[in-house]
């Protein structure tokens, strides 16, 4: 069993850190209904971690308690050691975590290139004056800026429609330019929700080639939701599985496929 | 033809990211301004200015404010005219409170005010979205200028209630009061407005304008990226204040000269002001210029040429106006509902390519 700070190797080379967050006895209810009943689990620094469970099973509810969208009833979050605070979204999203959703939730109204450039909203230090008289300094951030989100666009291969609003992008697209918003803010921690939801057997492998690159060349952490059970083992370091909003099994692909609960869950078993 | 870009490379970001990027359109730009300097002060007359150049600069100012409330920020205001109240009154109380101040420095002062009561009118859309927000600053616009009527300490206790600007002097040029020149009034009025212009113009393309654009498009996902909506909300309502109320203390001290705030900035003004920027284009600076055109020049020119050209009488000229005006509006809606930005934009497109497309 690793300890906090422990830190190993992978089979392919990565460095997994100690634990970067932990959830500590999560207990979220919506009214009558328990959406996640007393889980804990935790995310080392740079791994990739899935979250997998049939329909209903609190995946998603977990991830807005993650991002801050959701207050927990019982249990805790800590981050980098210490237990955090009740925040608002914005406020988690400066702590350097950033999602995206199930459901693209991009700026249809604007461009790709400034729907990427939201991203990078919290390295904009420029107070509204500055920005108002476009002084060397707002001017000189808006460039250095960009230039970070150029670098992220080239990255993605979304160059050829940077310039197009995003309202008229195809489907697998907008999710390629969600992740490159996300990306954009340069988090410790990514969380992606259904990255793959929808996506055509190519559009899938984009996205995991994207998703280990990011992971590998960035040293981001990521946490995923993913139904595609071939992607989830492939990608994944550990995971964690859910069901009725309990967990049923937690560890690397390898120990949840052999894990029975974890078969029951999903091919179902006869009550009898 | 006219917009070729074959050889306009851009080799840095900061090239690439002005407002301008094509250089025709730079150099159009240019043209225009100098124009506008340069030219019009020396031809234009009283009737020019007061039918067509005062009212659309003007107009053009609020049209910006409200722009950046409603068309960046995606918060819908019926409190234009209540605001432009604000901003005609600060101006009055500042201008015979402090008669040796120049006039310019109380415009800017009476902006400062009206944000400062703007965002307080702006606290509820942080609960409220929508028609709801819509309906809380009607409220507004119904309550200042109940305000500016009932308490006689905004119209200094005069019989009549109304305000009247005092003369005042721009660098010894008269600029307010019933003897100013044409020329004075619409070059004020072009200074604050190239102002404005420039000042919105660099909060929208900066980081500024795209969190209220995060904010107008879906403000969960605003959030999530770490935009903070109260302080975003806030921010574009001062904003849009302060340009409303610039352009609320010009439309007082430069072009009525006196006001009553029921008559002059009843609610009327505040659709107007919408109709502006819905006609012109939301989310787009050009488009509040384009619709502040549209909304002043077109009843002008029908009755150039209802009256002047065809000769019918001026009574039946000026109903029949309102029916064309209104016809015209829905047309324009039909045809482009993103307004006169986007149709301008479609020609451009076209442009680039006439009349070789191939």
């Known amino acids: 069993m690793l300890d906090q700070t422990d830190s190993y190797v992978t089979a392919d080379g990565r460095t997994i850190g100690g634990v970067m967050m932990e959830m500590k006895n999560i207990t979220l209810r919506f009214g009558g209904v328990v959406a996640i009943k007393d889980i804990s689990f935790d995310i080392r620094e740079g791994e ?25 009833q019982e249990g805790e979050v800590w981050f980098r050691g210490k237990p955090r605070p009740q925040m608002k979204p914005y406020q988690v999203a400066q702590q350097g975590i950033a999602r995206t959703f199930q459901n693209i939730a991009l700026f249809e ?97 984009d996205m995991s080639r994207f998703i280990l690159d990011v992971n590998d060349e960035f040293g981001t952490t990521i946490a995923l939701i993913e139904h595609d059970m071939g992607v989830v083992m492939d990608l994944s370091d550990r995971v964690v599985v859910m069901d009725y909003g309990k967990k049923i099994g937690d560890g690397t692909p390898d120990e949840v496929r052999s894990n029975q609960q974890v078969i029951d869950a999903y091919l179902g078993v006869s009550h009898d | 033809m006219f917009y070729r870009e074959a050889g306009d490379f851009k080799v840095s ?28 002060p020396f031809v234009i007359n009283d009737y020019w200015a007061n039918a067509v150049f005062v009212p659309f600069l003007i107009y053009a100012i609020a049209a910006i404010g409200l722009n950046i409330l409603t068309g960046y920020c995606g918060q819908v205001s019926l409190g234009t005219g209540g605001f432009m109240a604000c901003g005609a009154y600060a101006c009055y109380k500042l201008m015979t409170a402090f008669p040796d101040v120049n006039i310019m420095i109380h415009v800017l002062i009476s902006g400062g005010i009206t ?10 859309s942080l ?73 919105a113009r660099n909060l929208t393309r900066g980081s500024v304008g795209r969190k209220w654009m995060a904010i107008r498009d879906m403000d969960i996902a605003a959030e999530i990226i770490g935009v903070n909506p109260l302080t975003t909300k806030l921010s574009a309502f001062a904003i849009s204040g302060f340009f409303v109320g610039i352009s609320g203390a010009l439309f007082f001290a430069v072009y009525l000269g006196s006001a009553e705030a029921g008559d002059s900035f009843g609610i009327t ?35 150039n040429v209802l009256v002047g050209g065809l000769g019918w009488d001026t009574a039946l000229a000026a109903h029949l106006e309102f029916v064309i005006v209104g016809g015209l509006i829905v047309f324009f809606l039909i045809v482009e509902p993103h307004g006169l930005a986007r149709l301008w934009l479609l020609t451009k497109e076209k442009l680039r390519l006439w009349p070789f497309p191939h």
């Open chain 2, 13 to 40: 970001y900061k090239d690439d990211s002005q407002t301008f990027p094509i250089a025709f359109d730079r150099f159009r730009y240019y043209a225009v301004i100098a124009v506008a300097f340069l030219i019009i």
């Open chain 1, 48 to 72: 990739i971690r899935a979250i997998i469970g049939p329909n209903g099973a609190g995946k998603s509810s977990m991830l807005n308690v993650i991002s801050g969208f959701y207050r927990p």
């Open chain 2, 269 to 303: 003004k505040s659709f107007l002001v919408l109709f502006m920027i819905i006609i012109g284009g939301l989310g787009s600076i050009f488009g509040s210029f384009a619709g502040a055109a549209f909304m002043v020049l077109l009843p002008v020119l029908l009755k």
């Open chain 2, 127 to 199: 609960r409220i979205k929508g028609f709801y927000l819509a309906v809380a600053t009607l409220a507004a616009q119904f309550f200042l200028i109940w305000l500016f009527n009932k308490v006689s300490w905004f119209y200094n206790y005069s019989a009549s209630g109304q305000i009247n600007a005092p003369d005042r002097f721009v660098a010894g040029v008269q600029v307010t009061g019933p003897e100013t020149e044409a020329w004075a009034k619409y070059l004020i009025c072009l200074v604050f407005v190239v102002g404005c212009a420039w000042l």
């Open chain 1, 109 to 205: 109204g604007m461009t790709v290139l400034d729907n990427v450039m939201t991203g990078r909203l919290n390295h904009m230090k420029t107070g509204m004056l500055g920005q108002a008289l476009w002084w060397g300094k707002a001017e000189r951030e808006e460039s250095e800026n960009r230039e970070a989100v150029e670098r992220i666009i080239d990255f993605l291969e979304i160059q050829s429609i940077r310039k197009t609003p995003v309202g008229r992008l195809p489907y697998g697209l907008k999710k390629r330019v969600e992740l490159a918003r996300a990306l954009a803010a340069e988090p410790k921690l990514l969380l992606l929700d259904e990255p793959m939801a929808g996506m055509n057997v190519e559009e899938k492998e």
């Open chain 2, 115 to 124: 944000a400062a009561v703007v965002t307080l009118f702006g606290l509820p």
